[in-house]
């Protein structure tokens, strides 16, 4: 899906390349990794403004603790799969963005239905100059990403969520 983001999108039937513009404009950028939640990574890009980007990378963990694959093999496949977005930048909003997210099946949060009939009626792009500089930079961050699944793993050990102390409270 990151590839096909960054590309060639499909959506309705109807291939269209991603749009140059956005893309000269996206290295004027700088995309900042903030953390990890869940499995949704939180990005700031620095520009004239500052802007806030999520990632949702799919649900790999039970897919990590079942098989027998490297934790870093795990994330970098989850990196590659079907990732979804959302940037918190009015052209996400307004340019149509969230619409051609929503019709692609690629965007965090609730679907945008509504067409973007005055701004972008040609639905040109894929996703806005934000998204498409972290996009770039997520398969350089197989690593850093790793680190921050390992710093979740060891806080969970350290503190056992709700549940399984309850758990171990009524077996004992
Ligand atoms: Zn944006």
Known sequence: MLDRILTELTIGG?????DGKTKERAETLRSQLVGLSGNILTFKTHGWV??????????????FREGKKK??????????????????CPSMLYGGFAYIASE?????????????????????GSVCKHLVKVLEDLPGLVATV???????????????????????????
Do not use: Y
């Open 14 to 18: 109807i291939s269209r390349k991603a």
């Open 104 to 124: 692609g099946g690629f965007k965090v949060g609730r679907d945008q239905t509504r067409f973007p009939k005055v701004r972008n009626p040609g639905l040109n």
């Open 71 to 88: 934790l870093v093999d795990v994330v970098s496949w989850s990196i590659h799969s079907d990732v979804k977005v959302a940037c918190s």
């Open 50 to 63: 500052q802007r806030v980007q999520l990632v949702r990378l799919p649900k790999w963990l039970n897919r």
């Open 146 to 172: 790793t680190r921050l699944v390992k710093r979740g793993m060891k806080q969970e050990e350290a503190e056992p969520a709700p549940k399984a102390a309850l758990r171990k409270g009524r077996g004992g």
